[in-house]
């Protein structure tokens, strides 16, 4: 956890608070996380763990988050639940479940809360989700918005590719401007060049997290498994691996299953006798 942050649980008020007219004190930390241990080891380092939607290709083999659910959410949400203890909990809203009207995201954001625990939820899209954002947020429910390359919009970005780096710039900039005056407390930036990413960091009130979006914003987030090398079937540019566990785990069952066919493993210290004590 930074400097900064303090040692009862982290707020949206607190994170909101992070970002002074000067811009923010230090750089928030943030990482997504989906199980119990790995929030725990995410929560004494971050200022906010995010379930995020990416669970569904991170950890169940799926080819895009589209096809991922609330129950997912609930389930995976739950589990890190039970890690956290200080960073601010986050739940991502699955496609399909918020971009109808305000009236079914409330519901939703709702349930997540409600069979969570979390104490906010992130969802994709500017200026069209703004309305939603502010029916939300007077209604009790925290949001983190999410605006430049929104994954649950790959089908109609035809890709997950650089955003704004011609004349939807503007739009991505207004996007973000929309969703901070709806009441956001803080807006991940996906996916998009530094300049741009600087520009909105610079025009908004509210923390700027970036993800493929440069140290210009007030933050930075990545999916866990990508910065520990567990997640390997794609690569993004912006992923720095600070470790290479899925290599390293890969020659653990490789060690193992050599152990099992050579009859090494178990050694005489992993086997019970018929004493007690043996
Ligand atoms: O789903 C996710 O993990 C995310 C972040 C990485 C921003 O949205």
Redesign the pocket.
């Known amino acids: 956890m930074s400097a900064q942050t303090p040692s009862r649980r982290v707020t949206p008020l607190d994170i909101r608070a992070r970002k002074g007219r000067d811009g923010i004190d230090a750089p928030l930390v943030c990482l997504?996380a989906y199980t119990t241990p790995v929030a725990r080891l995410a929560d004494g380092e971050c200022d906010i763990v995010?379930v995020?939607?990416?669970?569904g290709m991170v950890l169940h083999g799926m080819a895009s988050?589209l096809e991922v659910t609330l129950e997912m959410m609930i389930l995976h949400g739950r589990a890190v639940a039970r890690g956290l203890e200080k960073a601010l909990f986050v739940v991502?809203m699955p496609f399909g479940t918020y971009e109808e009207d305000p009236g079914q995201a409330f519901r939703n954001a709702a349930r997540l809360m409600r069979e969570t625990g979390c104490h906010a939820v992130?969802l994709e899209g500017g200026q069209h989700m703004a309305e939603t954002i502010r029916f939300l947020v007077q209604r009790g429910v925290p949001v983190m918005g999410?605006v430049g390359l929104t994954?649950q919009g790959v089908n109609v970005f035809g890709g997950y590719r650089v955003q704004g780096r011609g004349p939807d710039a503007a739009r991505i900039l207004a996007d973000a401007e929309a969703v901070a005056a709806a009441g956001a407390f803080a807006i991940?930036i996906?996916k998009v060049p530094e300049r741009l990413a600087a520009e909105i960091t610079r025009a908004v009130p509210v923390p700027t997290i970036g993800?493929g979006a440069s140290a210009a914003c007030d933050g930075q987030?990545?999916?866990i498994d990508d910065m520990l090398g567990l997640f390997t079937a794609f690569r993004p540019k912006f992923v720095r691996r600070f470790a290479e566990l899925g290599a390293e785990a890969a020659q653990a069952v490789a060690a193992y299953a050599r152990a099992v066919r050579a009859r090494e493993f178990p050694g005489p210290e992993h086997v019970f006798g018929d004493e007690a004590g043996r």
Not at 52 to 55: E, I, N
């Open positions: 997504t995010l995020g939607d990416s669970v988050t991502d992130k999410h994954p991940v996906e993800i987030i990545l999916v």
